[in-house]
């Protein structure tokens, strides 16, 4: 197991590497950049001014021909954007940028980011505990629902149960998080509908002062239905997971010989269908949680403003700073590579038959 999970760690390092390379090789291509952006503010703060002094603007839009210029920046001084060149570490060529970026993050230096004058580590450490939260009520509650869910309808397979509650999971994951996001602010939080629970944010103003049992409450009622929406899918997978796994083990002789031995179908079910069956789902654990931690929280905390990684990561694409793309990136691709490394070691923990070792072999 030990040559394993090395030969397993020792592919971590050209496979973030490669999924650096793609998306710093993608980025090149992309229209704008850090430095356009700021010169998009100039103008912006330019064109504001004219329309009291009757100014055209047209040094704001026109497009710079030759020697290299940003569209828009006419007007702007030469040395201004050689300046915010060097100081974004633009005034290298591409494949010298990337190497030098993936040596910093090596250390573990991703920079400052360009939009809030703050280290990216800082950053996300300020924004981490959101999308953990809302990625561990997520994990927990479907959990809670499909494992119970999961059991009654492998033991209830094929009644009117069974087919009921697959048309209502079918449909669960047929629905995309965002559209059922979008729907759960529409009937319950003011949109046309009724008005319980609040559109956005995880606290409400005040919060500081508030009583503990306050706090508790106030922060349950906020993040009520950022947890559904981001539940909805994982719910539905897991269930559907945890039945074909149940259904696997009923089925084999041993279960056969238990039950001709006497015992009763609740000793049978969870004395002996039980860890068997529920090998898979616990060592799945872990990547699940990386789905929702990574996948939902991008589209669920936008929608509901949500201040974590997923709107950090959002607004930081839009606004191309660069140093938190990509930082976040390194950082939840290593968190996902090492998780699968984790997912395997769980399957050892459950189930000591396992042995990845001899299978290499």
């Keep these: 197991m030990g040559a394993y999970i090395l030969r397993r760690l020792l592919l971590v390092i050209p496979t973030l590497f490669g999924i650096m390379l793609i998306n710093f090789t993608l980025t090149q291509f992309l229209p704008g950049g850090p430095i356009e952006q700021i010169i998009a503010e100039i103008n912006g703060a330019a064109g504001s001014t004219e329309r009291f002094t009757g100014g055209s603007g047209d040094a704001g839009i026109e497009t710079a021909q030759g020697g290299g210029e940003y569209q828009g920046a006419r007007g702007l001084p030469p040395d201004f954007i050689a300046e915010l060149e060097e100081q974004f570490g633009l005034d290298r060529p591409p494949a010298e940028r990337f190497l030098l970026m993936m040596w910093n993050y ?35 509650i479907a959990y809670l629902i499909s494992i119970p869910l999961g059991i009654r309808k492998a033991v209830k397979d094929g009644t009117r ?22 729907l759960l602010l529409v009937l319950f939080a003011g949109g046309s509908y009724f008005q319980i629970f609040p559109a956005r944010g995880l606290t409400s103003p005040g919060w500081e002062t508030f009583p503990w049992w306050q706090k508790i409450t106030d922060y349950l009622w906020h993040i009520t239905l950022p947890v559904i929406a981001s539940t909805i899918a994982s719910f539905a997978t897991l269930t559907l997971l945890t039945k074909n796994s149940f259904l696997d083990e009923i089925r084999k002789q041993y279960v056969m010989t238990a039950r001709a031995k006497g015992l009763t179908e609740s000793r049978v079910l969870y004395g002996h269908v039980f860890r068997n069956a529920m090998l898979i789902i616990i060592a799945g654990f872990p990547g699940l949680f990386v789905s929702v931690f990574f996948g939902a929280s991008l589209i669920i905390e936008t929608i509901f403003s949500l201040d974590g990684l997923g709107l950090l990561g959002f607004q930081s694409a839009v606004e191309r700073d660069y140093p938190v793309v990509f930082g976040t990136l390194y950082v939840f691709g290593l968190i996902g590579l090492l998780i699968g490394i984790l997912s395997d070691l769980m399957y050892v923990l459950v189930d000591p038959r396992i042995d990845f070792e001899s299978r290499q072999t």
Excluded at 122 to 128: G, N, P, S
């Design 161 to 182: 149960f069974d087919t009921y509650t697959s048309g209502i999971i079918i449909v669960a994951y047929a629905i995309p998080g965002f559209l059922f996001a979008v």
């Design 106 to 140: 090596l250390q573990f230096d991703f920079g400052e980011s360009y939009q809030r004058s703050i280290s990216v580590v800082d950053l996300v450490i300020e924004k981490l505990p959101v999308s953990i939260t809302l990625g561990l009520w997520s994990t927990l």
